[in-house]
């Protein structure tokens, strides 16, 4: 048996040193990686099984011509070379037909490294195609507003936490999607460490955690403000702090803050005027208050200043120049790495933009030249994109040409023209930097491609020498690209030295210092200017919105989705012992308004609004509150009773960074048994 010390590709912030047990050329068991501090030995739940997503035997193993119509599922197998070949043939008539602009490749970050992952996109920005706006599905609302209240910038070392005296886990079930940060705060909680999380849902994280704040979805803005009430109210501000490296908090004080009583916070968000009466003391009287901030709040129309709010607190009490203290997004904007060799080899300074979340619409509806053809890479649009029924509409029209890319026959691969076999990350070799902690690490394939797949890497390269391009990036192997990584790289990853990396384990390459600002000003911008030029409130504030307003009055139920602990994304779902442990596609409802619907627990149930309707089992239970239904993970189709949540979400945008707003949607539920109520 060989070991070979690989790494996590998951779409996940923790990206753990894994060691692949390998025997034959088959992964045989996977483990996390002793050797790396954060990784400490332990892999999660799902990974623990990805053996057996490389050598499920649901892969698809050859290249795959559609036989009947759209949708269908009715392939033949093909050769890598007769697929290659129509694909650069029907390209090249487009782009002579329409120009590059009438393509658009649709590939997205999940589950590989980043050689990988920008490839496929540095392939049409070579070719002059219709550019992806990648992530609004994703973190996009909630980088942009941490962008314009911090900077560019990275946040906290989640290793530092060992020294924080509170820690917040603020819309983030660290339990999920995080579990490694988790292990760091139970081992600080033996100590007596307080942790806090303040969620809508009790999640298994705010079960285990010391205390529960049940909040109103979308009303964390409100929280924060009516927490900064208190501490001005009680004098537990760092006015030093504050002057120093803040803009705006003297407005802010004057204009906001002071609608924020106890009594009207406690009417918006739905918590006990004691229990932020506590909360804000707790908070004030921390010197090292430590704030893992979750995406979760920001898929919601008001999202960005919700995220604004909570990013602001940790400098109202100095937390953020203290070691221990401060706030947890995302570390990347921190690791200057240069991946535009990939990603940007050559092509138009700009070319037509589309929103990754708004494929649907723009399959259907551009215009002059509309998208003729698509090639989808690691990603499942036909299920994880909202308004799902259009994307679905949009890859069936008969004059646009489908490619998908992907280990397994996903929703979306099935209305393809032609599937092509993609490797996982364990067969293949990549740079991995990640997104939740400090580390950098290269590593080897574990095994062999499986059956024909290919990896992105592979095909980007092959792609872009059909159609002629010429760019060094598509004849370099990923050994002689990582160098091009670090070339002008400032900070700590400028003092790495790329030829120690191949072979070299994990590397941290963590800033050094208390929260740095890259804001205009260099400070922590409580007040936006920017945001002020677009119309929107330059300071953090809660208002309710309209069109939630509108919706909330039509229908009785908000949804709240969140990860799933066995299928948090569809990747997972080639994983048949991860599909049992997770059980048919459900959603929850608590016990009294699955009461006043005459509703039981098991039973097959229709959720709709004017959009769709979708079938799934319902489960009874009070982790949430009355007025919410939960519906965890995105599942295909197929294992649902009928359909998947993103039919019911529209692809309406958040208040910054044009995100999905999944949080904003409102519907009602029956009984499956029933004729259709339907709006
Ligand atoms: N192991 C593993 N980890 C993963 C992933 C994975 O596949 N596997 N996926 C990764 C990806 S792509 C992402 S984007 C991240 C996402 O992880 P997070 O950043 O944690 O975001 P979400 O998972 O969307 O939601 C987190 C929590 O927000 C809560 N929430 C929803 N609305 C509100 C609100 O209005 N207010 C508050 N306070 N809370 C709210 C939800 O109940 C949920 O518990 O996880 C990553 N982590
Ligand atoms: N309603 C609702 N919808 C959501 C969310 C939500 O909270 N609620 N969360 C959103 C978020 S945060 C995200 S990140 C997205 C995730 O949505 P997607 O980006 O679509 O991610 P996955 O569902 O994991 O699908 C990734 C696909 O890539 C394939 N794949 C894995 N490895 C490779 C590879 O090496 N090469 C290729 N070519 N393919 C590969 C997998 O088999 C899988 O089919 O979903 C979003 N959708
Ligand atoms: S916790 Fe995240 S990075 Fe670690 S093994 Fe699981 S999915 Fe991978
Ligand atoms: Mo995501």
């Known amino acids: 048996m060989e070991t070979v010390r690989v790494v996590c590709a998951h779409d996940c912030p923790d990206m753990c040193s894994l060691l692949a047990h390998v025997e034959d050329d088959k992964v045989i068991r996977v483990q996390g990686d002793p050797d790396q ?6 892999a999660c739940a799902k990974v623990n099984r990805d053996a057996e997503l490389v050598h499920s035997p649901e892969r698809l193993t050859t290249p795959l011509r559609r ?8 392939f033949e197998p093909i050769s890598w070379e007769a697929a290659l070949d129509e694909i650069a043939s029907r390209w090249t008539a487009i782009i002579a037909e329409s120009g590059p602009e009438a393509l658009l490749g649709y590939a997205y970050s999940a589950h590989q490294g980043q050689m990988n992952r920008h490839i496929v996109n540095g392939l049409f920005h070579a070719l002059g195609a219709s550019r992806l706006q990648a992530g609004t599905v994703c973190d996009t609302c909630c980088e942009t507003a941490w962008d314009l209240t911090l900077g560019p910038v990275g946040s906290a070392d989640p290793e530092s936490v060992v020294d924080s005296d509170l820690v917040i886990a603020w819309g983030c079930d660290l339990m999920a999607v995080n579990v490694h940060f988790w292990a760091k705060v139970e081992a600080l909680r033996k100590k007596g460490v307080k942790v806090v999380v303040i969620d809508p849902r009790r999640s298994r994280t705010a079960a285990s955690a010391d205390w529960h704040l049940p909040i109103r979805i979308g009303t964390d803005a409100a929280l924060v403000l009516g927490i900064v009430h208190i501490l001005v109210r009680d004098g537990l501000c760092d006015r030093a702090y504050l002057a120093a490296n803040t803009l705006g908090f003297e407005p802010w004080e004057r204009d906001v ?9 406690a009417a918006v968000t739905g918590l006990a005027i004691a229990d932020i009466e506590k909360l804000a003391a707790m908070y004030g009287a921390a010197k090292r208050s430590f704030i893992r901030i979750g995406e979760g709040m920001t898929r919601l129309a008001r999202g960005g200043q919700a995220l604004r709010a909570v990013a602001s607190l940790p400098a109202v009490t100095g937390a953020y120049g203290r070691q221990g203290g401060g706030a947890l997004l995302m570390t990347a904007a921190s690791m200057d790495f240069k991946f535009g060799f990939v990603k940007k080899p050559s092509g138009p300074a700009t070319a037509r933009q589309v929103n990754h979340l708004r494929l649907g619409d723009d399959l259907l509806n551009l215009k002059d030249p509309p998208l003729r053809s698509i090639l989808i890479a690691a990603n499942n649009p036909a299920v994880t994109c909202p308004e799902a029924n259009k994307v679905r509409a949009g890859l069936s029209r008969e004059d646009l040409f489908v490619v998908v890319h992907d280990p397994f026959m996903t929703d979306t691969a099935r209305y393809a023209d032609i599937v092509l076999p993609a490797t996982t990350y364990l067969e293949t070799q990549d740079f991995y930097r990640a997104y939740g902690s400090y580390y950098m690490q290269y590593a080897p394939a574990a095994v062999a491609p499986q059956g024909q797949a290919w990896s992105n890497f592979r095909l980007a390269q092959a792609l872009a020498r059909r159609l002629g391009l010429t760019d060094p990036v598509f004849r370099m192997s990923e050994q002689e690209i990582l160098p091009e990584f670090f070339r002008g790289a400032t900070g700590a990853v400028a003092h790495v030295d790329p030829a120690k990396v191949i072979g070299g384990g994990p590397i941290k390459v963590a800033p050094s210092g208390g929260q740095e600002f890259r804001t205009p000003s260099g400070k922590l911008e409580i007040y936006s200017a920017a945001l002020a030029a ?36 569809t990747a997972y779902s080639g994983v048949q012992f991860l599909r049992k442990r997770e059980g048919e596609p459900f959603c929850v409802l608590n016990p009294s308004d699955a009461a006043r619907r005459n509703l039981a627990d098991g039973q097959k149930v229709r959720l709709y609004n004017e959009r769709a309707a979708v079938g799934l089992i319902l489960r009874v239970g009070d982790e949430i509150t009355e007025g919410v239904i939960l519906v965890p993970g995105q599942r295909p189709g197929a294992e649902a009773v009928d359909g998947t949540i993103n039919m019911l979400c529209s692809d309406r945008l958040t208040d910054m960074g044009e995100g999905a707003c999944y949080q904003s949607t409102f519907l009602d539920v029956e009984a499956w048994d029933r004729p259709a109520a339907r709006a």
Do not use: N
């Not at 953090?540 to 139920?557: G, K, S, T, Y």
């Open 257 to 265: 803050v002071p609608r924020f009583t106890p009594e009207y916070t």
């Open 67 to 74: 036989t009947g119509p759209k949708g269908s599922g009715q």
């Open 37 to 42: 501090p954060y990784t400490a030995g332990f």
């Open 534 to 569: 677009q119309g929107l409130s330059p300071l953090p504030d809660w208002q309710p919105d309209e069109e939630e307003v509108r919706d909330a009055a039509r229908w009785p139920l908000r949804l709240l989705t969140a990860p799933s602990y066995f299928q948090p994304h």
